[in-house]
């Protein structure tokens, strides 16, 4: 098997195209393409093209439109390119660069220059993707660790009482669904990837003081006396206890956390919780998520001294503040994602346990500026293709590029200039937009219907694009990961004037 890095040198000229490989020697396998058509085929057919060589003017599809294709799948992330032409007009340079070339040479070659640039193109990219793939092996053993752990503890707190033993499991998906839900909606709680992580880590300590409650009232098959409620609320405050009583340095932030959601997720937002009686943001927002998702789970599950209540009644008695008040930003964030816990309770979902937390740690260890930025780790280059297909066959309408991850958006009009660009996971799309609540609404139930086998929805909306509203067809395509059954990871999609 040829282990060498692959080339795909792109030149309307048999000549050029021998120069190249004559100056660059056998230490690379060669792929060749006479014009730009070819090379978004050779892209697509061909994953692991370590680089590519550019021409700029050939026939069927110049240098630019390959790059304006690559933009928009955004394999342009994956691939690097460096332009190689006789042309060196700076706006012709500066246009190449915008649209994310790594490099520029200029003919005459000079086979030193050509060489070292080349060397150092593959060898930063290399370095990437090798760094990408350790932070991957990292966080996914650090997390399967993470996760032994809970699942031990959360058996261990089940076999006391009656509760289900994948309470804690529940209660650590819905943080972290709440959490993210939550920083999409507001500016309130400035919360980074760490501060989440770290919250829906500490969520499953919530209720750790019921190990020191007596199990004769912890699974009572009937409604506990006044004497054993009392009792029974102490475990907030035992929670607390055992957190502080631990050998742990009380300022580290997981145990700062651990002890705020022991202590006082049953406060309340108008102080009539326990067992301090906060109100409002006195309450620590990760102790108020934990609350909201814990009695969401106790009403949707079968306990000893009562039934299960089915999802839509659980939500509509929160909402109704039948349990106690909430949060009003948590109770929208709640009633949002009604959808996604739906799926939770069904045991439906398998949400992306690791590529936030990849995302993160590689994006602090890459803040050098000089190495490239890559969205997708090698294991996503299957997507890649899917990318350029979809937008290969839909080309010349307005377009739309949306990352999971990372939350960057950007949408291109049939020229291929940028509408809007926002690396804000927060960005309400829709209201930039000017797209009806309704709409919306129905936008999102579509797309929560999308699976690995149905990816794509069409709808019809009124919108107000360059200051003109009007109603335009809407098609949108999931891309789904390959490393991880069931979760999405971008959409992609464009949008017509409805003529």
């Given at each position: 098997?040829?282990?060498?890095?692959?080339?795909?040198?792109?030149?309307?000229?048999?000549?050029?195209?021998?120069?190249?490989?004559?100056?660059?020697?056998?230490?690379?396998?060669?792929?060749?393409?006479?014009?730009?058509?070819?090379?978004?085929?050779?892209?697509?057919?061909?994953?692991?093209?370590?680089?590519?060589?550019?021409?700029?003017?050939?026939?069927?599809?110049?240098?630019?439109?390959?790059?304006?294709?690559?933009?928009?799948?955004?394999?342009?992330?994956?691939?690097?390119?460096?332009?190689?032409?006789?042309?060196?007009?700076?706006?012709?340079?500066?246009?190449?660069?915008?649209?994310?070339?790594?490099?520029?040479?200029?003919?005459?070659?000079?086979?030193?220059?050509?060489?070292?640039?080349?060397?150092?193109?593959?060898?930063?990219?290399?370095?990437?993707?090798?760094?990408?793939?350790?932070?991957?092996?990292?966080?996914?053993?650090?997390?399967?660790?993470?996760?032994?752990?809970?699942?031990?503890?959360?058996?261990?707190?089940?076999?006391?009482?009656?509760?289900?033993?994948?309470?804690?499991?529940?209660?650590?998906?819905?943080?972290?669904?709440?959490?993210?839900?939550?920083?999409?909606?507001?500016?309130?709680?400035?919360?980074?990837?760490?501060?989440?992580?770290?919250?829906?880590?500490?969520?499953?300590?919530?209720?750790?003081?019921?190990?020191?409650?007596?199990?004769?009232?912890?699974?009572?098959?009937?409604?506990?006396?006044?004497?054993?409620?009392?009792?029974?609320?102490?475990?907030?405050?035992?929670?607390?206890?055992?957190?502080?009583?631990?050998?742990?340095?009380?300022?580290?932030?997981?145990?700062?956390?651990?002890?705020?959601?022991?202590?006082?997720?049953?406060?309340?937002?108008?102080?009539?919780?326990?067992?301090?009686?906060?109100?409002?943001?006195?309450?620590?927002?990760?102790?108020?998520?934990?609350?909201?998702?814990?009695?969401?789970?106790?009403?949707?599950?079968?306990?000893?001294?009562?039934?299960?209540?089915?999802?839509?009644?659980?939500?509509?008695?929160?909402?109704?503040?039948?349990?106690?008040?909430?949060?009003?930003?948590?109770?929208?964030?709640?009633?949002?994602?009604?959808?996604?816990?739906?799926?939770?309770?069904?045991?439906?979902?398998?949400?992306?346990?690791?590529?936030?937390?990849?995302?993160?740690?590689?994006?602090?260890?890459?803040?050098?500026?000089?190495?490239?930025?890559?969205?997708?780790?090698?294991?996503?280059?299957?997507?890649?293709?899917?990318?350029?297909?979809?937008?290969?066959?839909?080309?010349?309408?307005?377009?739309?590029?949306?990352?999971?991850?990372?939350?960057?958006?950007?949408?291109?009009?049939?020229?291929?200039?940028?509408?809007?660009?926002?690396?804000?996971?927060?960005?309400?799309?829709?209201?930039?937009?000017?797209?009806?609540?309704?709409?919306?609404?129905?936008?999102?139930?579509?797309?929560?219907?999308t699976s690995v086998q149905n990816k794509e929805i069409?709808?019809?909306?009124?919108?107000?694009?360059?200051?003109?509203?009007?109603?335009?067809?809407?098609?949108?395509?999931?891309?789904?990961?390959?490393?991880?059954?069931?979760?999405c990871i971008g959409i992609i999609g464009y949008f017509?004037?409805?003529?």
């Amino acid at each position: 098997m040829d282990k060498r890095q692959k080339i795909l040198i792109v030149d309307d000229s048999k000549l050029n195209r021998e120069i190249l490989k004559e100056i660059l020697g056998e230490t690379y396998n060669y792929l060749e393409a006479e014009n730009g058509n070819q090379a978004i085929q050779m892209i697509g057919e061909n994953i692991g093209i370590n680089l590519m060589l550019l021409d700029i003017n050939m026939p069927q599809m110049n240098g630019f439109e390959v790059l304006e294709i690559m933009k928009r799948s955004q394999c342009i992330a994956e691939t690097p390119v460096i332009m190689i032409s006789s042309e060196d007009a700076v706006n012709t340079m500066r246009k190449a660069y915008e649209l994310g070339i790594t490099d520029y040479i200029t003919r005459p070659f000079d086979s030193v220059i050509v060489k070292k640039r080349v060397q150092n193109t593959l060898g930063l990219y290399m370095n990437q993707k090798h760094l990408i793939n350790v932070v991957y092996d990292q966080v996914y053993e650090k997390e399967e660790n993470n996760n032994i752990m809970i699942r031990i503890m959360s058996n261990k707190l089940g076999s006391r009482n009656s509760e289900s033993r994948e309470h804690i499991l529940h209660i650590k998906t819905a943080t972290e669904m709440m959490l993210r839900q939550l920083v999409k909606v507001t500016d309130a709680y400035p919360l980074t990837e760490a501060d989440i992580a770290l919250i829906t880590t500490a969520s499953s300590l919530h209720d750790i003081g019921k190990i020191r409650i007596p199990e004769e009232i912890l699974n009572k098959p009937g409604r506990l006396t006044d004497e054993e409620f009392k009792i029974m609320k102490t475990h907030s405050e035992l929670g607390a206890a055992i957190i502080k009583d631990m050998d742990f340095p009380q300022d580290h932030p997981l145990v700062h956390t651990a002890w705020e959601i022991c202590r006082w997720h049953h406060e309340r937002w108008d102080g009539k919780g326990y067992p301090d009686g906060l109100k409002g943001e006195e309450i620590p927002i990760s102790a108020q998520v934990v609350s909201i998702v814990d009695v969401y789970d106790a009403l949707t599950s079968e306990r000893c001294y009562k039934k299960a209540f089915d999802h839509d009644t659980a939500i509509q008695m929160i909402l109704d503040g039948q349990c106690g008040q909430f949060n009003p930003i948590l109770l929208k964030c709640l009633k949002e994602l009604s959808i996604q816990l739906s799926k939770m309770l069904n045991k439906e979902m398998d949400d992306n346990k690791y590529s936030h937390e990849i995302q993160r740690l590689s994006n602090e260890i890459l803040s050098d500026k000089s190495l490239p930025n890559q969205i997708y780790s090698q294991s996503l280059v299957k997507v890649m293709q899917e990318k350029i297909d979809f937008f290969k066959s839909n080309s010349g309408t307005n377009s739309i590029d949306y990352n999971v991850v990372s939350g960057q958006l950007t949408i291109l009009n049939g020229k291929q200039q940028v509408l809007c660009q926002r690396n804000n996971p927060k960005f309400d799309l829709f209201k930039e937009f000017g797209v009806i609540e309704e709409d919306v609404q129905y936008i999102r139930v579509l797309l929560h219907q999308t699976s690995v086998q149905n990816k794509e929805i069409s709808v019809q909306i009124k919108a107000t694009v360059e200051n003109k509203s009007q109603m335009y067809k809407m098609k949108l395509h999931t891309l789904w990961s390959p490393m991880k059954k069931d979760v999405c990871i971008g959409i992609i999609g464009y949008f017509d004037i409805i003529k």
